[in-house]
């Protein structure tokens, strides 16, 4: 038996590792560590568009918090075995290229690794036809388009807290209640002209812009303005989310158009309604009716290579929008192509002198033989999508209703 001061050494041994004595910086280090872990989250989207006969596919994106290792990433699920991905760098291509005629989606799921935590997300990989957005656009029947004046605002709290809209062409078109009818009457018949106009159209495009705006999930054009409260990412302040989702999941949106205060109108208001209305047809419509040519999830898309071309030759700097990078790479890989698609269309138009005279060192063409000679690409695009479906509105059109 030990004497009492040999026990007394042995508890007092005990209670000190007990308490963290002798130190204690690895255990207290360790589990400090593991507080902190944090399981990855996914920001890539859980679909790809890819055409066929082609391999790549796109990058998986994912981050994990207070971790400093490489994350890893991995697949599993159906139709693994058919696809590759990097494990460091999450880039996913077929093993061979997919074939529409033989199989055109595939299903795997995606895993993401921070040591022991792992965050999965199933993907569905639709293959597109390669012929797919050539044979859309056909020439039929001339079909007009009814100008729109106040007598089609509709009033309600249907979508508070949208108070008034119109829906023409497919598009539901909203205002808040501080927005002027006439501002809604206006954007809506801006958005007739870009249409057709008086002129209607005979492009079987225009019809299929039109459906798929008001099929599966329907498009919302919001309004707001100056004297009102400001947007804010999923919601308006001053009001619930719920009231503002009161879409639901069935409706699609993109972003806001401003009606502006008397002292900012003519030039500024024009630039915002032209903006806002392409952001709209190019994001939720042209995705739609050209799959393949205007997918802005693809890195081999058109649209996709025709705004890289843009940014290597110096024409379009993107350093504005870093911030957004940073906190979201899938938004900012979006936006950047939303808001080249609205410069490069309305250059081509050679609206943009007069409508966005002031784009400085983001944007430095100005003249439609600038697209023809300097962006090959997107004229190819151009000629190819948006010249026989949309028009560029009248300039003294505008004016006379924004001015």
């Known amino acids: 038996m030990k004497s009492l001061p040999h026990q007394i050494l042995i508890l007092s041994i005990i209670f000190l590792k007990a308490c963290g004595g002798g130190g204690g910086g690895a255990d207290a280090k360790t589990v400090a560590a593991v507080a902190q872990a944090v399981a990855p989250v996914i920001s890539s989207a859980n679909s790809f568009n890819v055409s066929e006969n082609q391999t790549s596919i796109g990058t998986a994106l994912a981050t994990a918090a207070n971790y400093s290792s490489a994350l890893s990433y991995s697949l599993s699920g159906t139709d693994a075995d058919a696809i590759s991905i990097n494990s460091s760098t999450g880039v996913m291509t077929f093993n061979s290229a997919p074939d529409f005629e033989t199989k055109n989606s595939y299903a795997v799921k995606l895993n993401v690794a921070a040591g022991s935590l792992i965050t999965s997300q199933d993907i569905t990989i639709s293959i597109f036809d390669d012929d797919s957005d050539n044979f859309l656009c056909t020439t039929g029947v001339l079909t007009s388009l009814n100008a729109i004046d106040s007598s089609n605002v509709i009033s309600g709290n249907t979508y508070s807290p949208f108070e008034k809209h119109i829906k023409y062409g497919g598009l539901l078109i909203v205002a808040l209640p501080d927005n002027t009818e006439t501002f809604l009457v206006d954007v809506t018949n801006t958005y007739r002209d870009i249409l057709g106009g008086d002129s209607g159209y005979t492009s079987s495009c225009v019809d299929s812009l039109i459906a798929q705006f008001d099929t599966n999930k329907k498009v919302v054009q919001r309004i707001w303005t100056a004297l009102g409260p400001r947007p804010a990412e999923g919601g ?68 996709y290579l025709s705004m890289q071309e843009a940014i290597n030759k ?43 005279p002031d784009s400085g060192a983001e944007w430095t063409l100005s003249t439609t033989n600038d697209i023809q000679t300097k962006l090959p690409l997107f004229w190819k695009l151009y000629e190819e999508t948006v010249k026989d479906l949309l028009i560029p509105p009248k300039l003294s059109d505008l004016q006379t209703r924004f001015n």
Do not use: C
Request: proline share 4%; aromatic share 12%; no cysteine.
């Open 236 to 303: 308006l302040e001053g009001n619930t989310t719920e009231n503002f989702e009161a879409f639901g999941e069935n409706y699609e949106t993109t972003d806001f158009i401003k009606e502006l205060q008397e002292s900012d109108a003519g030039q500024p208001q024009i630039n915002e309604v032209i903006e806002h209305i392409l952001h709209t047809i190019t994001v939720k419509g042209f995705s739609r009716v050209f799959p393949t040519k205007w997918d802005q999830s693809n890195t081999n898309s058109d649209i």
């Open 314 to 356: 110096g024409y379009y700097d993107i350093s504005s929008y870093d911030d957004v990078k940073a906190s979201d790479p899938t938004g900012h890989k979006e936006l950047i192509q939303q808001e080249f698609a609205y410069m490069a269309i309305l250059t081509a138009w050679g609206l943009k002198p007069q409508v966005w």
